[in-house]
């Protein structure tokens, strides 16, 4: 009689290329985030992004489209803007957009999460409250139109921003007295970001540097820090 066939059926997988930027951002950890724990957990697809941001997870077809791109910054990442990060720091996608992780698409996603909001309404309600002339999920950092280059400080004042506001809450305690996780803190600061979206647009129009489109992200990040 025959033996038993030990051989087991590998599910179909997809490909999905994503890009992490700020600045286009190296050695940058990405995930599908399965459980939507802000960690890249072991069995969770992964990929490393290589000098222009750019990785590519291998997906289950079941898989795809599904969960959160999550992208892990930390100062082992580089910045093709500023150089090497100083503090680390998170980024979504939303699972129906993959294809960009940026400051912008961590607050779409977030706004979706708080509002229950498709991808497309969240995508047009910050960027009507930022006051944005260009896409929210698209890649900015190719755009070197007046639009392009608002959008990427913008994008850039967010992270100063939110790096700021880690740096300060280092070591803060839950209410129950447990150290916040960085996926708490992280989650914490975009629900206030999301509060102070017009406030940060302000803040670069009314800035003479940060307004300049002529000036440099990194003579901008000089200003804004």
């Known amino acids: 009689t025959p033996a038993p066939s030990t051989s087991e059926v590998t599910p179909a997988t997809r490909a999905v ?30 990929a490393t992004t290589n000098a222009t941001g ?7 077809e079941a898989d795809a489209g599904k969960y959160p791109m999550l992208a892990i910054v930390t100062k082992d990442s580089i910045d093709a803007d500023t150089g090497s990060v100083p503090v ?10 993959p294809g960009i992780i940026s400051p912008l698409s961590t607050l779409v996603h977030a706004h979706s999460q708080a ?12 960027q009507s409250q ?13 755009d070197s139109s007046e639009a392009g280059k608002q959008t990427a400080t913008l994008a850039r004042l967010i992270v100063v921003t939110t790096q700021t506001q ?34 940060l647009s302000a803040s670069v129009q009314d800035n003479p540097v940060l307004a300049n489109t002529s000036t440099s992200i990194k003579d901008k990040q000089l200003a804004m820090e």
């Open 17 to 46: 290329t994503t890009t992490v930027i700020d600045g286009a951002l190296q050695n940058v950890l990405v995930c599908i985030d399965k459980n939507r724990n802000g960690a890249c957990d072991t069995g969770e697809p992964s």
């Open 54 to 60: 750019q990785a590519t997870l291998q997906i289950a």
């Open 88 to 97: 680390g720091f998170t980024l979504h996608a939303p699972a129906d957009q």
């Open 115 to 126: 509002t229950g909001s498709s991808t497309a309404d969240a995508t047009t309600a910050i």
């Open 130 to 142: 930022l006051g944005l002339n260009s896409p929210a999920l698209a890649n900015f950092t190719q």
């Open 166 to 199: 880690i740096t300060k809450t280092a070591g803060a305690s839950s209410r129950d007295g447990e150290p916040l996780t960085p996926a708490q803190v992280n989650a914490a600061i975009n629900s206030v970001l999301l509060q102070q979206l017009q406030t």
